[in-house]
């Protein structure tokens, strides 16, 4: 039996803002994730939307800083955000930032020290919607977005368990993280050097094998920092065209890869997964 | 001749949110601002709306958490986030989160140490909007709002200058900060034990001067930590009803002090600054 507390219950667009934190079997550890309770979860059953963040963050980040709440509001969606990494002093880290706590890449780890606690995928898919949608008024519809590394986790989350999700979207995300220097970096170590292990982790490898077909739409900014070195979304595109997966993706004149880009669009993927999700 | 650099300048709701730095003659010190161009200002002028923060914030914490651009890009309102002192190694500064850097009041300081440095009622009057206006398109038409601090900023500023100011509204606002802590303590400090020198800096004591009537509205929640200790709107509604100042008090049930409240309703000051700024 799981416990979870609330540590903070803010009033939002007429509904709540919480921080709730619980004991993860999967990760070993405590976590803390957010959620947003619309008005309309008060009346009736609303769909649940997770959001996974990029490198560094917390779950604070996506709940201050994207404008979402207003969104979820208006369309009833409760809104999930996850922190990035199992937590605590008894989890391994790594000084670097794009390595350890702060940076878990939704994989399930096999490699020591990481594979005691680094389990996100696991955690993501089975254990937090067990926590969160047990005490919440869930309509039992799914979806699940996010941001450069979690765009990559979102992706592959939804690639990979397409029954779970009715619509997956991504911010800049990282595609084929196989093939770039955050991801190679994570994989080996998380993984060890055996790419063959890589391609469940990597949306470019798990969309040639993907079976079901859900609403697939990634938003990049062309002015984005990372855009060359790390994301490379013409990846994805390539892939989704070999394989006839169809992919909204839409780029942005102008925009970088902060949450000002998030914020820009946030709104038009709530009501696209909100849509979705009815 | 101000000379004002563009710390960074970033793609949002088809605008632009910039942080701009500039060396302040009137509080002697290099100072920074945001500045949100919607995409309306690039095609004509627009009237600038400026925000006060509150205690312990810099130019920052408004454009990242208030989702203030997509209602400023929806009207077509050039939004402007001072800090909220003057700052640098040279400023007298105190430990306490409430006296010296991050908390100015607003006020021009009469005492030593801070008199050298802290006239920010003067800044925010009179040199902010030269440097601002003098680089942007701007319509000649202006609007002051903020939180708490920010908030009496806002009301004293306009109460006091209203020939400036074509609307005034607060979130949370301290409106009588000669009889709350707070106030006391930071008036003393910067004005000196006299109270009658406090009356120019007290929102409640500059209602009944005030000859000119702007547009005034204050919303508040009723869940808010300051609430009796530190805000007490009660008096503002006291004061307007004794010298017959229209205020439109607007109070919230469950909502707190935090950027959750100002996220909520900011949209609506928005609307209704830019139909008095029009």
Redesign the interface.
């Known amino acids: 039996m799981t416990t979870t507390s609330v540590l903070s219950r803010?009033?939002?667009?007429?509904g709540w803002?919480e921080v709730r934190e619980h004991r993860s079997a999967v990760l070993d550890c405590t976590m803390r994730f957010g959620v947003y309770l619309p008005p309309q979860a008060s009346e009736r059953p609303c769909p649940v939307l997770y959001w996974l963040s990029g490198l560094t963050c917390t779950e604070q980040n996506f709940i201050?800083?994207a404008?979402a709440?207003?969104y979820a509001a208006e369309h009833g969606v409760i809104l999930v955000a996850p922190d990035t990494s199992p937590r605590g002093a008894a989890v391994p880290d790594d000084p670097a930032y794009d390595l350890g706590q702060g940076a878990g890449f939704y994989v399930n780890a096999t490699q020591a020290p990481w594979s005691s606690h680094y389990c996100m995928f696991d955690y993501i898919v089975d254990e937090l919607p067990q926590v969160v949608e047990s005490s919440v008024s869930s309509s039992g519809r799914r979806g699940i977005f996010g941001h450069s590394m979690g765009g990559h986790g979102a992706l592959v989350i939804a690639l990979r368990r397409p029954d779970r999700y009715a619509s997956v979207s991504a911010f800049s995300p990282i595609v084929a993280p196989s093939e770039v220097p955050w991801g190679q970096k994570a994989l080996t170590a998380y993984l060890g050097a055996d790419r063959v292990a890589w391609r469940a982790w990597d949306a470019c490898e798990q969309v040639r094998l993907a079976t079901a077909r859900l609403p697939l739409r990634v938003d990049q900014?062309d002015?984005d920092e990372f855009l060359q070195t790390q994301l490379q979304p013409e990846r994805l595109e390539a892939a989704c065209r070999a394989a006839g997966y169809p992919l909204d993706l839409r780029r942005?004149?102008?925009?970088?890869h902060?949450?000002?880009?998030i914020?820009?669009f946030i709104?038009e993927h709530i009501a696209w997964h909100a849509a979705a999700m009815s």
């Open positions: 803010q009033r939002c667009f007429d803002q201050t800083k404008g709440q207003r900014g002015a942005h004149a102008g925009y970088d902060s949450y000002y880009f914020a820009s709104g």
